[in-house]
């Protein structure tokens, strides 16, 4: 499965974005899908998961109750809806699957990276 990460772009502060992850070549309700963002000179973060059929969810503490993930399996897209942003949002945001049936955080369990897309808030 090919991912295709987009939607960044800049954006004031307490603004909102809505990126998308578009996938192709293969069954990609299977997989378990996580969004995480690196900001510059720091490392790759988790941000949000869903599970394969989007009955539950996932997010890191310094995103919950902003951040809302989504999927729709029969468009095998699957969006981060973004609102309340910070600058501290800032970084490149990729999307990945992993093959465990569960939540996890960590970059070692995704196996299959999308190209990122840019999010820049503005202070």
């Known amino acids: 499965v090919q991912l295709q990460a987009s939607g960044g772009g800049l954006v004031q502060a307490g603004g909102s974005l809505r990126l998308s992850c578009a996938a192709s070549?293969?069954?990609?309700?299977?997989?378990?899908l996580g969004w995480f963002r690196q900001a510059p000179g720091k490392e790759r973060e988790f941000a949000a998961a869903?599970?394969?059929?989007?009955?539950?969810?996932h997010y890191a503490d310094s995103v919950k109750g902003r951040f809302t993930i989504s999927r729709d399996n029969g468009k095998n897209t699957v969006s981060l809806q973004m609102n309340s942003l910070k600058p501290e949002d800032t970084g490149i945001y990729y999307c990945?699957?992993?093959?465990?049936?569960?939540?996890?955080?960590?970059?070692?369990?995704?196996?299959?990276w999308g190209q990122g897309t840019e999010v820049t808030v503005s202070s």
């Open positions: 869903i599970s394969r059929g989007g009955g539950w969810s």
């Open positions: 990945a699957t992993t093959p465990r049936p569960y939540a996890v955080t960590t970059t070692r369990d995704y196996d299959n």
């Open positions: 070549g293969g069954t990609f309700s299977i997989s378990v």
